[in-house]
């Protein structure tokens, strides 16, 4: 099997798999307990803790862990229940639906053809702003570190980052700040007025680029162990010391009481490792490297070789170890299927594999051509991805979509 | 909270988590489309041809008959869309080729899905349109033969 769907999940790596073991096998205790075994497992997680906050630059009491990026986003839309809140219109679903039914207003902030927040307008009297750090579809890495700059300088009116006159993606943001005279805003108890609030899911972002909660500026950052070669159901949310908070799962008073439910050692060990890990080896600059060298050689020899392509994803700030692409003609599923069958594993933005009639909510609000949608395939690369392998799938991609082509109804000639 | 359709949990019980398995026959269906038209559509001398959906909609689907003395002598198709769709279209011309005309249109959605040993359920509705392809081919011909017959 060829596996190039890295940015769904990654396999546990090999310490993550014996550290969790070793979790089960110490029969360690409840870290809530005072007893010995107890107190043996709250070290581990206390290790595990400064891990992650090593990974992003926080500090370790700024880190809550949690089932994943999903239970991380719906937190912190949780927190700004009733309030005003402005998302991107590439947002993770987890983001995208929680804002919807937490939010007291929902403003959605458009993005340029390349996936970039860079026209938006916020409106006054918004309390929090989440923007992605990375999109996990097409790969477009926001410059959020500008963004919070300009939303948080607090001085009002038009500001651009970059030069926005200038139609290529890499410069970014134009934003209208809220003005001060709003004095109706205060977002939870014991904050100040007219503070906006910016939360980024860093899920795909998180070991492919460099991130750092200081230097972006963000209060609120999420992201997953799994996406780092940690397991599947543990995560992590960064609240910044200060920025408003309150728990969504009520129970016990694990998590110093902001997040309830018996503390998941093993999988939080195995979360702490995989950051360790990743910064230890600082993975960004082998996917800056490597895996981007072998990314563009994927790009460019389908474009080469592949009549009718569409390039979905970025050239510059983008995620190294994803590809976009749309074959005209040839609708995603089929496509992904065909190369299922040839033992490559890929994705797809077609609504026919995602379980619903829409397409891909990120390409359409890319794209806003759901033909192109319907017919995109993402190829996500991993650290160990190889040229060989790359090689084995344009053997025979090339002839599947030009089979789905041929037998298209969709003139590709008009 | 039923206003909320987050907490809507009413069709629970039609949300087969692995409602998303293709069958062999469907796959097979897939692999090795029949009667498919490959290329252009000059090259295919047809009698009737129609065309259902949209590739907007992640599906299309057009069907061309030969006909003679009221009865499907051949039959090709071109799709866009999903393997369900590619499979399902594919099972159509088989089901129809031969068939009279009536016989033809009386071909139902159930009756392809049952042919591929089934389909998972969000799918039957997108990409099971090949029938009415099939009835608008079959409409179409009728239209020119009676245009051609009142010529006479």
Known sequence: MIYLDFAATTPPLQEVQEAMLEVYRAELGNPSSLHTPGQLAKQKVAQARDQVAQLINADPEEIIFTSGGTESNNTVMHVFQGKNIAISAIEHPSVAASAQAYAGTLTQLPVDQWGFVRHAEIPANTDLVSIMLANNEVGSVQDLAGICKTIKSGRGGAIVVGDANRESPDQFVKITTPTVENSQRSVVENTTENTLYVHTDATQAIGKIPVDVKALGVDYLTFSAHKIGGPVGVGALFVRRGAPYCPLILGGHQENGRRAGTTNTASIVGLGVAAGLTTTNKTWQSYDTRVRTLRDWLKAQIMQQIPHVRLNSPTTNDLPHILNVSFAGAEGEAVQLYLDLADIAVSTGSACAAGSLEPSPVIMAIHHDAEVAHGSVRFSLGLNTTRAELEQLLQVLPGIVQRLQSISTVNLDA | ?152
């Open chain 2, 1 to 152: 909270m039923q206003d909320n359709p987050v907490c809507d949990n009413r069709n629970a019980e039609n949300n087969s988590p692995n409602g998303w398995v293709y069958t062999e026959t469907v796959k097979e269906h897939f692999l090795n489309p029949r009667n498919f038209l490959m290329g252009d559509e000059s090259q295919y001398p047809y009698d009737g041809v129609g065309t259902v959906g949209n590739p907007i909609c992640g599906d299309q689907m057009r069907m061309y008959l030969q006909i003679k003395d009221n009865r499907i002598t051949d039959i090709k198709w071109k799709t866009y869309g999903c393997a369900s769709a590619i499979a399902s279209t594919s099972a159509l011309s088989e089901l129809a080729k031969g068939r009279t005309l009536d016989a033809a249109q009386e071909i139902s959605a159930a009756e392809i899905a049952d042919y591929l040993g089934g389909l998972p359920e969000h799918k039957f509705h997108c990409s099971v349109l090949g029938h009415e392809a099939l009835r608008a081919a079959i409409q179409d011909y009728r239209q020119n033969f009676d245009k051609a017959r009142n010529a006479l």
